[in-house]
T-cell receptor
């Protein structure tokens, strides 16, 4: 699997947008970008994924650069409950899914 | 569906004892993953199965660890004999090869070996 690089920690004010960056410069053409988060003591939770187009769902938006070497997860209006560790992962989808490998992630602290 | 169900939620055992962790994946899912999480090493993939067959067990730390998936609705992770350094939270996850792409995680089993 391609490696990802994320900042170890970030702060965000409640109600503001949280923008979490991820570098994945060695991503291959058929690998997707996935984002998960882990709230303290819970199992990781899927947020969103994408291949090359920007994606949006009820939780977040995912912006992938044209060269696919980096992406940004956007939480449009962060709340205190969004405080968690956010993981950016690249992996194949479908068929031989391969490993779902977690790095160290970004610890996001949303402050009042 | 109730999601991925793990049992027990907490386990305290003495060094040298056998420990068995259990996982019931989401019905119909064909991938099952076992992870271990510690402060030092983060989330580590131990082993994963596809259609009940182990595909990659390169993350299993040593021969004291074994995992089985006798059918599509049940998997076990066994540690024998257990050691204090095995203390961690163990997560099970399942996913579908086709359809929704996300892996669903259980609530984890917190293992303490004293």
């Amino acid at each position: 699997d391609a490696k990802t690089t994320q900042p170890p920690s970030m702060d965000c004010a409640e109600g503001r947008a949280a923008n979490l960056p991820c570098n994945h410069s060695t991503i291959s053409g058929n690998e997707y970008v996935y984002w998960y988060r882990q709230i303290h003591s819970q199992g990781p939770q899927y947020i969103i994924h994408g291949l090359k187009n920007n994606e949006t769902n009820e939780m977040a938006s995912l912006i992938i650069t044209e060269d696919r070497k980096s992406s940004t997860l956007i939480l449009p209006h962060a709340t205190l409950r969004d405080t968690a560790v956010y993981y950016c992962i690249v992996r194949y989808r479908g068929g031989s899914q391969g490993n779902l490998i977690f790095g160290k992630g970004t610890k996001l602290s949303v402050k009042p | 569906d109730a999601g991925v169900i793990q049992s027990p939620r907490h386990e305290v055992t003495e060094m040298g004892q056998e420990v068995t962790l259990r996982c019931k994946p989401i019905s119909g899912h064909d991938y099952l993953f076992w992870y271990r999480q510690t402060m030092m090493r983060g989330l580590e993939l131990l082993i994963y199965f596809n259609n009940n067959v182990p595909i990659d067990d390169s993350g299993m730390p040593e021969d004291r660890f074994s995992a089985k998936m006798p059918n599509a609705s049940f998997s076990t992770l066994k540690i024998q004999p257990s050691e204090p350094r095995d203390s961690a939270v163990y997560f099970c996850a399942s996913s579908l090869a086709s359809g929704p792409p996300e892996a669903f995680f259980g609530q984890g089993t917190r293992l303490t070996v004293v």
